[in-house]
């Protein structure tokens, strides 16, 4: 269903049970925090049972159907236990205390009801619960929220994954206590009245992504000027022919993404991401392209090996993706594997931005609006005012993984590839 999906919530069955489909029949929707789905069928057959109903989230893994296949597809699929007896099983072998998980989910709600929780001032990371964190996107702070039964009241595996199947209940939770000491208030803020906009599920998500990003990175935000004369006045003069000559419309996003994707080549530290005490460099230069949908919701669309497209293949992938993004046909497959993001601030007449990193990703550039500035020109004969066509960039790095110097010399070198722009260049 696409990178960092934890769950889905079933939007409608389309084969009811002891129905009959064929091979490639849509069985479900399903909707996830990027993009909704449909699941077709893997062959001919039979819908035995639904074991979950329109509107419920599932979690990655869990089954939500069994099907009576052809002979030649049945000899394929692994054996599926009926969920009843599998649930009856779990609860025979549950330890002793331990509620079933129909029960949890009631003591989560019991337990969500508390305001408070004691901070775990032994709070010892393992690379496993580091993992399982990563995973559900549980911040630092949250975990510190979670009572450790290991040795000397360290976070155990089992701790985490019994918080996260309670729901977990601290995850908006005021601490009562800080490690330092100080008390965190219970303010009673005045919100106002007014029309009520319940969040849909891709809010709700893009909101619990952008708060863990904040919290597992330390963001740092480096500015830096480029003059685009040169590549605006190129594109104001080309972009009729290059849409007669290729079918295919010519907008500064592809010129982004080429003289980005030229940066990362010369600093490739910039494309990696962080796992545990070891940094990944990517070896693919894969762009995500920050694209507002007609809901108001953000979605990352990704060009794959940017650095290996031309022009007119990367004025092709960023069309077809906006396309797709604006008609809700985006599948799965087209937001996985972002390797480094741009977010085009400028398309909304910001001047700048400090854009959010999109993780696991190691820094995100946001793009401000192109506008026209007098400048100061120094030229070999005396100093010259001309009007030009400035923008800012703004770079988001993570600290842990991207020093001042790197992230500097990497912002720089977009400009330059923006300001050296071939006017004499084809296409």
Do not use: C
Not at 91 to 115: H, I, N, T, V, W
């Amino acid at each position: 269903m696409g990178e960092s999906i934890t769950e889905g919530t079933i939007l409608n069955w389309l084969v009811q049970e002891g129905e009959s489909f064929d091979e490639g029949d849509i069985l479900v929707e399903v909707a996830t925090d990027k993009v909704d789905n449909e699941v077709p069928a893997p062959s001919a057959g039979t819908m035995i049972t639904h074991t979950v109903s329109a509107k419920d989230v599932v979690p990655i893994g869990d089954t939500i159907a069994i099907l009576a296949l052809s002979d030649v597809a049945s000899a394929k699929m692994p054996k599926i236990e009926n969920s009843s007896n599998k649930n009856r099983k779990d609860e025979d072998s549950l330890p002793p205390g331990e509620m079933p998980k129909g029960q949890r989910g009631l003591a989560a709600q019991a337990k969500s009801s508390s305001k408070s929780f004691k901070v775990n001032e032994n709070l010892f990371i393992s690379p496993l619960v580091d993992a399982v964190a990563r995973q559900h996107h549980i911040s630092y702070e949250e975990l510190a929220r979670i009572s450790g039964t290991g040795t000397a009241g360290r976070l155990r595996k089992s701790d985490v994954t019994n918080y996260i199947k309670e729901g977990r209940p601290f995850q908006f939770a005021q601490a009562v206590v800080a490690p330092s000491g100080f008390q965190v208030p219970d303010l009673k803020f005045d919100k106002g009245t007014g029309k009520i906009v319940e969040m849909d599920r891709m809010r709700e998500m893009i909101a619990d992504h952008m708060v863990y990003s904040k919290h597992t990175s330390p963001h740092v935000t480096a500015y830096v000027e480029a003059d685009l004369t040169n590549m605006v006045n190129w594109r104001n003069a080309n972009k009729l022919l290059f849409l007669e000559k290729h079918k295919e419309r010519l907008t500064f996003t592809p010129l982004f993404i080429e003289a980005v994707a030229n940066a990362i080549k010369d600093f490739p530290m910039i494309n990696s991401s962080l796992d545990g005490k070891n940094i990944i460099v990517k070896e693919d230069i894969n762009i995500g392209m920050a694209t507002a949908l007609p809901s108001g919701n953000l979605i990352v669309p990704v060009v794959r090996n940017a650095d290996q497209k031309d022009l007119k293949g990367l004025a092709a992938a960023t069309n077809e993706l906006v396309g797709k993004s604006r008609s809700g046909n985006l599948k799965g497959d087209d937001m996985k594997g972002s390797t480094f993001t741009i977010s085009n601030v400028g398309t909304f007449g910001s001047l700048m931005g400090t854009p959010i990193i999109n993780q696991p990703e190691a820094a995100i550039l946001a793009t401000g609006i192109i506008k026209k500035r007098a400048e100061v020109i120094e030229k070999p004969d005396g100093d010259t005012i001309e009007i030009r066509s400035m923008m800012y960039l703004s770079l988001s790095f993570d600290h842990r993984i991207v020093d001042g110097y790197l992230a500097g010399s990497f912002l720089k070198r977009i400009a330059d590839n923006m300001e050296n722009f071939d006017v004499k260049r084809t296409f």
